[in-house]
């Protein structure tokens, strides 16, 4: 009796290994993940997978487009130009090694600091060059670093590779986006394959949960299981898709049974926590986080900060894709924030 129990607990366990070795290998576990996973579709011609498993994509250097989607508050045209620098930055072609006595400002968020609806010379960080150039001429540089529908992960790990890249001496948060971190559209599995392995984090933001997470032996047991079993992950989904056996689920549907979003709530603290720690180490370079009022949530972290409020003006000054002048609006009080309180400091 003993015996017989013995040996199925062995071939249990045995064939456990073997579908965790075959899922490990296949990704199968990642494909049934996939219509669960949030995508960036936005103008995808300008973006690329990444290999940094923090950022997921990047801009795509050299590319250039023109598109006719506009905001339909704007006054300057009804065509845009879009294009990426070989460096893998919206706008103007910039020198990778800083010049002396430059003082080099980068600017990273999401589709609103990219400039989402404007053309290049329109971004918020493009008309912040344009008035450093007139008070300061050729002794700041502005580098746009936004990406679609990036979240504070991305905007961090993107940071961190700047700092060590671009030698920066002020760096500009934008706070917008929260949530699971956004793959890009028409990824392949083996790209995919390549992510999750290289960042179990995002088994975490993304493996549903199947049960109430109310305690914190639940948390636990799903985020050791999540980062490390392709079984686990795949019979989450199983479980998990009963629920949509009827009904399409839609890529941010995450929720568990009280509708409380796990996984959301998941990513968002670790975009803070990793925002703490890159905060710690990078203590040297100024850092301000910036948040537009009704479209940011208020960060508690040791950064300054710079609160833009728009509630006394028009309707498009609330929007997240604003027409051109808005953004104009935006580098004007960024500017001067910057200048009333020292963030600059010029050499000669």
Request: glycine share 6%; aromatic share 16%.
């Amino acid at each position: 009796m003993l015996r017989n129990f013995l040996l199925t607990v062995f071939v249990i366990i045995l064939s456990l290994l073997g579908s965790e070795i075959v899922l490990f290998y296949t990704g199968a576990d990642i494909a049934v993940l996939r219509k669960f996973l949030y995508f960036q579709r936005a103008e995808i011609q300008l973006f690329q997978p990444s290999r940094n498993a923090d950022r997921l994509y990047e801009l795509k250097p050299g590319v250039s487009f023109e598109f006719d989607h506009v905001s339909s508050k704007e006054t300057k045209y009804s065509d845009r130009l879009v294009s990426v620098n070989g460096l893998g930055f919206r706008g103007k072609t910039l020198l990778k090694i800083k010049p002396k006595g430059v003082f080099r400002i980068a600017v990273f968020g999401g589709s609103n600091t990219q400039g989402a609806l404007v053309s290049d010379n329109d971004t918020y960080p493009a008309d912040m060059q344009k008035i450093f150039d007139k008070i300061y001429p050729g002794k700041v540089e502005v580098w746009n670093a936004g990406l679609y529908a990036y979240v504070l992960s991305q905007d961090i790990a993107y940071a961190e590779y700047f700092i060590n890249e671009f030698d920066p001496d002020l760096i500009i948060i934008q706070h917008t986006n929260e949530g699971r971190r956004p793959f890009l559209f028409g990824s392949k599995l083996a790209g995919l394959k390549y992510l999750f392995h290289h960042n179990r984090d995002l088994y975490k933001e993304n493996t549903p949960a199947f049960f109430n997470m109310d305690q914190p032996w639940q948390i636990e047991f799903h985020s050791l299981l999540s980062s490390y079993s392709g079984v686990y992950r795949t019979v989450c989904v199983g479980i998990y898709s009963l629920r949509f056996l009827w009904k399409k689920p839609s890529p941010q549907d995450l929720f568990n049974p009280k509708g409380f979003n796990w996984n959301n709530y998941y990513a968002q603290q670790n975009s803070e926590y990793m925002l703490n720690v890159f905060l710690k180490k990078y203590k040297r370079i100024p850092v301000v986080m910036f948040y537009v009022v009704g479209c940011s949530r208020i960060l508690d972290v040791p950064a300054a900060k710079f609160v833009l409020d728009p509630s006394a003006l028009p309707e498009e000054y609330h929007d997240i894709h604003p027409p051109s002048y808005v953004y104009e609006w935006y580098a004007q009080k960024i500017c001067e924030f910057l200048v009333k309180n020292k963030f600059l400091y010029l050499k000669e």
